[in-house]
């Protein structure tokens, strides 16, 4: 007779890990879990317990993740906390893709202009007091940022804005707002600065030069990656 070995239950402090095996038939898949999910049950307590799936390198259409979710369900006291594969579709490769590439621009942001982008920006030129970018990534600005800067738009709190020349009227990091402070004087001199979001949740101004301590894995500049 046949051992089931399709289904692997691993318990944690958080709960419950589901390996699945991306191997067998999605039919002798579901056939497995239930019978192993329901075997597991009779030993554990009546307080509620996550679940989450890993199914390697198979793919799921939305019905058949509802499946699993209802097959995981209908044990009285599990919940289903995420289902994770190593699969994507090419719309989801082509929306990360676009969402991750660095965009270079040369050009200078006029007042009343808006320059939006997915991913990283890197602009050659200046942004013009009423003139706006922003970016669902990093912002990187070589030239002079006068008008409004926003990165991480979709909410990313690790995006940064760099600029030559930093004297925005507004910066954003996701849902972060912080103007230019009224003390800086036109004439003054000033290295190529940064702005990022620190401990304290607020948008803060440094040197460039920090940024490889506090923002380690911003290394996609380098060889084009």
């Known amino acids: ?3 089931f070995q399709n289904v692997m239950i691993k318990g944690t ?3 419950l890990i589901l390996h699945l095996d991306d191997s067998c038939s999605y039919e002798e898949l579901k056939k ?11 030993s554990r307590e009546d307080r509620l317990i996550t679940v989450k799936v890993q199914v390697g390198n198979r793919y799921l259409s939305k019905e058949q993740e509802e499946e699993l979710k209802e097959i995981i369900r209908q044990k009285k006291n599990l919940v289903v906390d995420s289902i994770n ?5 090419k719309e989801e490769a082509a929306k990360l893709k676009e969402e991750t590439e660095i965009v270079s621009i040369a050009r ?10 997915p991913g990283d920006l890197l602009l050659v030129g200046d942004v013009n007091p009423g003139g706006t ?3 669902g990534g990093n912002i990187y600005i070589m030239g002079t940022l006068r008008g409004v800067a926003h ?3 979709y909410g990313n709190k690790e995006a940064i804005i760099a600029a030559s020349v930093m004297k925005p009227s507004q910066l954003r990091i996701a849902a972060s707002i912080t103007r230019s402070p009224d003390h800086v004087q036109e004439q003054e001199k000033r290295e190529m600065e940064c702005a990022y979001i620190n401990d304290q949740d607020q948008i803060t101004v440094d040197r460039l030069q ?3 301590h506090l923002r380690p894995n911003i290394t996609r500049l380098e060889g084009g990656q």
């Open 1 to 3: 007779m046949k051992k």
């Open 13 to 15: 402090k958080d709960g």
């Open 32 to 42: 497995e879990l239930d019978i192993k999910l329901a075997e597991s049950s009779r």
């Open 85 to 89: 594969t190593n699969v994507i579709t």
């Open 108 to 117: 200078i942001i006029r007042s009343g202009q808006v320059l939006h982008v």
């Open 133 to 135: 970018v922003i970016a």
């Open 151 to 153: 990165a991480g738009f």
């Open 210 to 212: 920090v940024l490889m």
